[in-house]
């Protein structure tokens, strides 16, 4: 007796937990973005544009006075230019890989919404910001999310980033910049 009631016990708390297991099955959480997976579909490509680093005048003046000459132009390099990049992205199993050609590193980032990411501090020891500006001690990320809203030719993306560093060139002081530009879907 006691024999045939564990096993109607085990048999009914199987049937209970297959049961609640086929109820949840195929219910939608209706409304709610967090339960399936974000959209992608836009975050690829090649993008060109600059990174305009928002601090005064004065004192892109004076980093741009520490610097040497443009190794490529021979001509003095003017920070209030800002830096042009290329940037190339692509998403690799839910990871958004970012390349920066001026920075010559590849960083991933991650998604936060539909079409949207977000890079998280990566630190450097040295980040050549070009063929003629070295950052020390240096880390970047971005200041906000990235959207990136379609995927024509042509499409502009805002980008925001903050760079740290305690050394421009021979400018050696803790820097915290932000920087903004617009960059340009040039390949799909």
């Known amino acids: 007796m006691k024999n045939i009631r564990t096993k109607f016990f085990a048999l009914a708390f199987l049937a209970l937990g297959i ?3 086929i109820t949840s099955c195929g219910k939608d959480d209706e409304g709610d973005n967090n339960s399936g997976t974000k959209k992608t579909d836009n975050l690829k490509g090649t993008f060109i544009g600059t990174h305009y680093l928002e601090i005064s005048d ?22 209030k230019e800002g830096f042009v990049d290329t940037l190339s992205i692509q998403v690799v ?13 590849t960083v ?13 501090e990566h630190k450097y020891p040295q980040l050549q910001l070009g063929s003629s500006v070295t950052a020390t001690d240096a880390s970047v990320q971005t200041n906000k999310d990235v959207t990136i809203s ?13 760079l740290k560093a305690n050394k421009i060139g021979t400018f050696t002081i803790p820097l915290n910049i932000t920087t903004k530009g617009t960059f340009v879907k040039t390949e799909l």
């Open 19 to 21: 049961s609640a297991g």
């Open 150 to 162: 379609g995927s024509a030719l042509g499409t502009n993306v805002p980008v925001a980033l903050r």
């Open 93 to 105: 199993d839910g990871v958004v890989k970012v390349t920066s050609n001026l920075l010559d590193v």
């Open 108 to 120: 991933e980032g991650e998604v936060t919404a539909d079409n949207t990411f977000k890079i998280k």
């Open 58 to 79: 004065d004192l892109l003046n004076a980093l741009s006075a520490t610097l040497p000459p443009d190794p490529e132009t021979g001509e003095k390099v003017d920070l």
